[in-house]
């Protein structure tokens, strides 16, 4: 039973740490995905969540097309944001273009990275 309840402690002292400040909270606008808002008006990380946005950046700087990342979050059975199966090419590409992601989940650095390489392999251009 200790063991339940130190988690259970370092699960709230996790999630108060991982909160954005009362200011970045109103103006963080509507959730997206690896973010979650509390009863309190407060923007807080999902780490799960978090996790699957940071895997998306480091295929994206490893030269993953969006065709390879959708298999690959299916093949771990990591459902879309919207609870499906499958991720969608355009989801993971509006994940990419996110900004809100910066800094709490990604860095300023990777995400323009991650956004450069998307764009050096685009088979489309964009006006």
């Given amino acids: 039973m200790k063991i339940n309840y130190k988690m259970n402690l370092e ?15 109103r103006i963080f606008g509507r959730i997206c995905y690896g973010f979650g808002r509390d009863e309190e008006g407060f923007v807080y990380i999902k780490e799960d969540e978090a996790n699957v946005v940071r895997m998306i950046f480091e295929m994206v700087i490893n030269g993953h097309s969006l065709q390879n990342i959708q298999t690959e979050l299916f093949n771990k059975g990591i459902k879309s944001p919207s609870g499906k199966d499958t991720w969608t090419r355009d989801v993971i590409d509006k994940t990419i273009n996110n900004q809100k992601y910066v800094p709490h989940i990604i860095e300023f650095d990777n995400y323009f990275i991650a956004r450069g390489e998307k764009e050096l392999r685009c088979r489309y251009i964009r006006s």
């Fill in 11 to 25: 699960n709230k002292e996790r999630k108060t740490m991982l909160k954005l400040n009362l200011q970045e909270s």
